[in-house]
Structures are given as C-alpha cells and as structure tokens.
C-alpha cells in the first residue's frame, strides 16, 4: 500500500511538472523580439513582446503596429515611424513584400541599414515570413552605393545584441575573374571596406557582379552585371546562392560553366564554406551539371600565361 501511494505521488508530481512545463512553452511561445532603433540611431534594441494575436494575418499586423508605435518613454525609435509612410505590405508563399513613399530616401544611410535591420529581424520571426523586400513607390530600392537590395533574411543582418549592426570592417580576399578569352578564370586579391550587417558571402558574390576594378590589367567581367542576389545562406560549410534569371545570360563570351566556377572559387576561398550551390529563382537550373559544385582549378591561369 506504502509503495502504490509513494508511486501515486511521484506520478502527480511528474504529471505537474510537464504541465508546467507545457504551459511555459506555450507562453514562450508567444514571444517576439521586436526590434526598435536606438535614439542615437548607431544600433538597435531589442525588446520582448507578448503576442495577442492567435492568426498569421493579425500576428503579422500586430508586429507591424509594434514596428509603427514609439515608446512613451521615447528610449528608442519605432523603424516604422522615422518620416515616411508604409503603403502596402503584401505577403505570398513565404515573401512579405512592403512598399513605402518616397520620403524613406531621405532616411540617412546608415540610419537606412538600421531601419532594415530591425524591419526583417522582427518580422521574419513568424513562421510565415521567409523573406523580406522593401520598394519604394513600387520601385527597386538602392543603398547607398547603389546597390541593388533585394530579398532579405535575419541571417543578412548580424546580430551583435544590438550593438553597431552597421559597422564596417576592412577586408582581402580572393575573387576569381574571366580572361580575354572567356574560358579561363584569373586570381586577383581585392580589399575594401564592407558593412558587416551583410554576410560576407554576399559581399564575395556582389564583387563578383560588379567586376573587375581595373587596377589589373586582363581581367574581364565573368557574371552578367544585371544580375540581382536575391539570397546568400551558409550551412554545414555549403553555400546557397540564389540569383535571378539573368545570370544565365552570358557575357564577354563568357560560358555559363566559367560564371560558375567564378563564383564557386572565389566563395570557396573563405575559410567556412567547402561547397556551393547556385540557384536561379529558388531552383537548379537544368542546365547545371551538378546541384553542387566544388573548387575547380583546372580553368584557373596566371596573368603571365
């Protein structure tokens, strides 16, 4: 009788404590970080918010109205209430597209990147959000150096607990550009500054784009220059590129292959990635040879040569 009642008490106690534990889970479950821009406008905070809504579509506007609503103590400053207005907000199989007025330009451009930061970090935290693209009036927002800004991800923007998000840091590293021929890659070493709130795979891959700088003499662009970078993501030392449509059309008779290993050698160099694989709108185009693609030094010459 001792041992049927000892056991009867640890299996209620056991029984409690996973309900509590349940509940915990389900309350913090119910927790969003909401990003918000310092009053400095030099980092972003972050901030708990218990969600109240049960919906996807009313989660979403609830975290839109946290992003639209200053603090009445003023500490920091609502990402979506800096001078302009948002439009439209429009959300398709996992892309959550906003457009805003044209006063958004007149934000100052690191407080631009911070304003970013804090719109994607928050609202890509719902399930249903993948990516993030901001338009202006309908039209393709440009950064600073007039850049392009397409889809955009948390992992994009990094997280230093609110801490200089938009520091720029110096760096080398090694890109791969097509000779006069077209069918050869060239090695040449690159330094320059780069906003770390950009990964630095992307960074490799717009380089890439944007060509060689002509400091070197025979170098030749081997990527389409109209080629937009709709995402960047490493994992397990794989790199995912995905880019639109016109990186298949080939330039300074450049084959697809040699765009290719442009990008795969050059991404390679850094030390966290082994493989990479490129995507054309989400998708391995058929007329890849693999879906991966590893180094490849066989195409790889000297300026002497």
């Known amino acids: ?17 996973l309900a509590a534990c349940g509940q915990e889970n389900e309350e913090n479950a119910n927790i969003y970080q909401v990003y918000y821009v310092s009053n400095s406008e030099t980092k972003v905070e972050v901030h708990a918010h218990e969600m109240l809504a049960v919906e996807s579509g009313g989660q979403l506007e609830e975290l839109i109205e946290c992003l639209s609503t200053n603090p009445e103590k003023l500490e920091y400053k609502a990402p979506l209430n800096m001078g302009f207005q948002v439009l439209s907000t429009t959300l398709k199989e996992g892309n959550l597209l906003i457009d805003v007025d044209a006063a958004y330009k007149e934000l100052a451009p690191h407080t631009e990147v911070l304003v970013r930061a804090a719109i994607v970090r928050t609202l890509t935290q719902l399930p249903e959000v993948n990516l993030i693209m901001i338009t202006v009036e309908g039209g393709q927002l440009y950064d600073c150096k007039n850049n392009a800004v397409g889809w955009m991800n948390a992992e994009q923007f990094i ?61 030749y662009p081997c990527v389409n220059p109209n080629t937009k970078v709709i995402n960047v993501t490493t994992k397990d030392g794989i790199c995912y590129v995905n880019l639109d449509e016109n990186f298949l059309t080939v330039v300074n008779n450049v084959s697809t292959d040699v765009s290719v290993y442009a990008i795969v050698n050059s991404l390679v160099e850094l030390n966290n990635i082994n493989k990479v694989q490129i995507l054309i709108n989400g998708e391995v185009p058929a007329q890849f040879s693999s879906s991966t693609f590893e180094r490849n030094l066989d195409i790889v010459i000297s300026l002497e040569k």
Not at 1 to 17: A, D, E, F, K
Not at 169 to 182: K, P, T
Not at 190 to 209: A, D, G, W
């Open 159 to 219: 997280n230093n607990d609110g801490n200089e998000i938009n520091t720029y840091e110096m760096v080398r590293v090694r890109l791969y550009f097509a000779d006069e021929s077209g069918g050869n890659l060239i090695a040449a070493y690159r330094e320059k500054h780069y906003s770390t709130n950009t990964l630095l795979e992307r960074f490799v891959v717009e380089e890439l784009i944007a060509g060689p700088s002509g400091q070197i003499d025979g170098l």
């Open 1 to 17: 009788m001792v041992r049927r009642i000892c056991g009867s008490i640890i299996l209620l106690t056991c029984m409690l404590l």
